[in-house]
């Protein structure tokens, strides 16, 4: 049966919140986690759950964590989309005073996917994780895979930002437009010539000083 569905969207919040990852917590997570060097999730350590620390309070509906890449959620998007999402694996969201923040989730999922854009797009791989990012010089070249969506209408990429295809996001337009936008992406059936899914050896890092002023 033919699909209507030629696009997916990249789900992100109308208002952008950040939350800073406590330099303790991510000083002590195992490195068989989070990427030393990236700080993005390893692939080995799905399905276990990750459990963040924030040093501050959780806002909005998608809070965006510093120096961290993982995804955090509020619960009234996760009940919203829940069964599109029994491929991933949930966490807690440990906030001010290491108390459980009960509104908040951490989600992601293995493997990621790629999106990827023209001969002109440059990728990036961590040379530690070899985690790969797509590096574009504008949103106009990014397309994504068709395959990628065909056994789950969400996905995420390496940085776990959300992708989902039309069906889903007819639901949040009826549902959270006020607080979640879509940003369309075309979907391809193949890589553009010379893709390899490997870009150049990058070696990401925290910058420094990356912690804060107050700390001793
Ligand atoms: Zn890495």
Redesign the pocket.
């Given at each position: 049966m033919a699909t209507r569905t030629e696009y997916v969207y990249s789900l992100v919040p109308r208002k952008e919140t950040y939350v800073h990852a406590e330099p303790d917590w991510i000083e002590a997570v195992p490195p068989e986690m989070l990427?030393t060097?990236?700080k993005?999730i390893n692939d080995g350590w799905f399905p276990r759950a990750i459990d963040v620390v924030a040093r501050n309070r959780f806002s909005g509906w998608m809070p965006s964590m510093w120096w961290v890449a993982v995804e955090i959620s509020c619960r009234n998007l996760v009940a919203l989309l829940e069964p599109y999402l029994r491929h991933f694996s949930f966490g807690q969201c440990l906030g001010e005073g290491g108390r459980i923040d009960p509104k908040y989730v951490t989600m992601y999922h293995r493997p990621y996917i790629l999106l990827h854009g023209d001969e002109y797009t440059s990728y990036r791989t961590?040379r530690?994780?070899k985690?790969t990012w797509y590096n574009c010089k504008g949103q106009r070249s990014i397309r994504a895979l068709r395959s990628d969506f065909a056994a789950h209408p969400i996905r995420q990429d390496s940085t776990g930002s959300l992708y989902v295809t039309e069906e889903v996001a007819d639901i949040v337009v009826a549902k959270c437009f006020k607080q979640m936008k879509l940003i369309r992406i075309p979907l391809d059936d193949a890589r553009p010539p010379g893709w390899t899914g490997v870009g150049e050896e990058f070696d990401?890092q925290i910058p420094v000083p990356w912690r804060w002023q107050d700390d001793p």
């Open positions: 990427c060097a990236c993005r961590c530690v994780c985690a990401y």
